[in-house]
């Protein structure tokens, strides 16, 4: 039995589980096809409907 | 982002690929494929200066091919990690030319030609899918002419064009003007290196060349080979010259794009490919549009849709907002074609189902709003992990359990599992981990019943 987990995917969704894990203290592996995380979030400027940055 | 990066419990495994899954839920073996960089990650401090001295352009994917970036690049400036990648298909040392200029320049020795693929085995108890999605492929509509018409643009091209750090930081530049301005300076090269050559022979002769090329023609230097090889030089210039004179004319007139376009349901709520509704394009054409005007406050925006779906908190609001003081006009109907005017102007004809007509319009950009599409790879992943699609070949899900894939331990998130706006994805990337954390301490609680 292993307590670790894998996340597929470095974008919002892939981010965000990843935290969430790692903060209640589980070890978490994070992959991501691309050289850098960010998927197409990091791509936004702003976001709706508050007008924050994206990054 | 920068958190994911440093959190002790969280190991990156950027430029990697899920090769193989076995086991089932609480224990499985995973391998991974961590593709080469071709640059050492421990030492490697991300200072760019490789990229700087890098002698090769490709069009850089992150700002969707509107922009350039050397074959050793960091994926966008702020990426995470910020270990740079050479792009093997476009280095010129990896495709046999001499160069290893990268190499040469890297102060910190983090180049290295010979790097090879690795391959690590993770021993997990759950996983969650967070593969995301693509942007549908508008020229797959042939009466839109995306791709045809330069200024025909999808809604994440418009974004990198918003964007102060994307390819125009943040001018609303048209992509024919761009390309007009692309042409003059490599004609304004050519006429530099052509000048050069004229330089000397005008030395030589001590004449300026205009004066000669007249006399020449007029038949004066017949019979002088050298005086030949000037005439010719001097005729090709002009050939580069005057058409660079009449872009630089043309080019005087540019402006900025003021006018636009944003077609809704591009490829969504369409027979012919997605029958479903992507959810968050009507609120990003209405952000881009609102931004714009911020850019710009003489920027009008005209949005074609067939309704407009701002559902979510605070979003209808929103969409009032923006008619009131962004100058955006809703106009409800569907386009039958977009043609290309004068000035590289999209034409855009439509039924106004108000007012009951057909009407064509000028803009000087239409913004896509494509679907939301699943992505490539999302069948060859599916069949490593072991979970099924549905339909549309987004990851298989049930209404009452929506973060649970049909393979026990493996959960799913964010547009793989269906089209979903942002704060969608974040709550239920949370939904995920909760229930991967579940067996996560179940494995636990079971580990310290072993040892009682």
Redesign the interface.
Known sequence: ???????????????????????????????????????????????????DCA? | ?L???R????????????EKVEGEA???K?T?RRKT?YVEEDRCTGCGACAEKCPTAVPDA?N?GLGARSAI????A????S?H?IDPDHCRQLNGKKCGICAKTCQAEAINFEQEDRIIE????????????D?FDPSLIPEYRYREIANVVTA?EF??L???S?PTE?HMDRPSDRAVLAEIAALEKKAKKSQKALDKLEKKFDEPSAAFYGKYQAGEYEGDEDRKKWADKYASHLKIVEPLEELKKKAKRFTVAKRLAFIQCVGSRDFRFYPFCSGYCC??S??EA??AQEHAPETTSTIFGMDIRAI????E??KIRGGNNSNITYVRGRIAEITEGPNNNPVVTYENTRERKVESREFDMVVLATACAPTK?IGT?AKT?GVELDKYNFIKTSSLSPVDTTTPGIFV????ESPM??PE??A???S???R??EI??Q??L??EKAVA
């Open positions: 039995m292993s307590k670790d987990i894998l996340v597929i995917g470095g974008g919002i969704a892939g981010m965000q589980s990843s935290l969430d894990l790692a903060d209640m203290g589980i070890k978490v592996h994070l992959v991501e096809k691309l050289p850098s995380i960010g998927g197409k979030m990091a791509q936004l400027d702003k976001t709706f409907p508050t007008n990054i | 982002m958190d994911v990066g959190h002790p419990n969280l190991e990156l495994l950027a430029y990697s690929e899920v609480g224990n499985f995973v991974v960089r992150f969707e690049y960091s994926y966008f702020q990426g995470i990690p270990t990648t993770l021993n997990v108890g759950a996983i969650i899918i967070a593969a995301g999605y942007i994440i974004e990198r918003l964007s102060a994307g943040g609120m990003h209405i952000k609102v931004i979510g908190k605070g979003f609001e929103y790879g992943l992990v998130c964010g547009c793989a706006d942002v994805s974040v239920q990337a949370s995920a981990a909760q991967a954390a996560a301490f494995s636990e079971e580990k």
